[in-house]
């Protein structure tokens, strides 16, 4: 339906003076370019979500509140680097940089929002009406060599080392297997080792 209105590139992931950054979603339209990081809180159960004037996140559940990681530090950080990356290709200076804008996407309904600072915390069916409401500064053209230059840009994902734990379970039974089966091989071999050894002992024991 907004096709002709916006681009959406999913898994940007750029390396921009030696920093690698990677967004879950770029929206480049006539209102701005925006970094979607989405997060699917909830997952282990509802709960409210507080965001302090500050900024300060937390989870309120049963009365108790814990402090959370806020997602938008790092939504901050890549849009710091994308921002250089795009006015150096584009050749913008301090009069008419280009400013990118952070959201947080919440994925699920399972979370309450009490959001009191000014950064963009929104549900998955709110991104649209959001990016809309803002001032058109950006043409279509301009929206074309923006979206161009990250997808020239944009790396494959990196890969970090993770623990396989089916396949560390899988190995380590049957390893155990394996030892099962050898103890109930060589018990009678065990058995005859220790005849022997009693004999000897009670031989030079005389």
């Not at 220790?194 to 002992?201: A, G, V």
Request: charged share 30%; hydrophobic share 35%; net charge negative.
């Amino acid at each position: 339906m907004y096709d002709d209105q916006m681009i959406v590139l999913p898994n940007i992931r750029l390396e921009v003076e030696g920093e690698s950054i990677e967004s879950d979603f770029v929206v480049v339209s006539p209102w701005g370019i925006y970094i979607l990081e989405v997060k699917n809180l909830g997952s282990g159960g509802a709960f409210d979500l507080l965001i302090e004037q500050d900024g300060r996140w937390s989870k309120v559940r049963g009365g108790y509140k814990e402090a959370m990681n806020s997602p938008v530090h790092q939504n901050e950080r890549h849009i710091v680097y994308m921002e250089k990356l795009l006015n150096k290709e584009l050749d913008r200076g301090i009069d008419n940089r280009l400013m990118i804008h952070g959201m947080v996407v919440l994925a699920n309904d399972r979370v309450t929002i009490t959001n009191h600072s000014t950064n963009l915390i929104k549900r998955y069916d709110n991104i649209i009406g959001t990016i809309r409401s803002g001032e058109r500064i950006l043409k279509e053209e301009e929206m074309k060599q923006i979206a161009e230059i990250l997808q020239n840009n944009n790396l494959p994902p990196k890969e970090y080392p993770t623990n396989n734990y089916f396949k560390l379970y899988f190995e380590t039974k049957v390893l155990v297997e394996e030892y099962k089966h050898w103890r109930k091989s060589t018990q009678p071999l065990l058995g005859y080792a220790q005849t022997y050894y009693d004999s000897i002992l009670e031989k030079y024991d005389r």
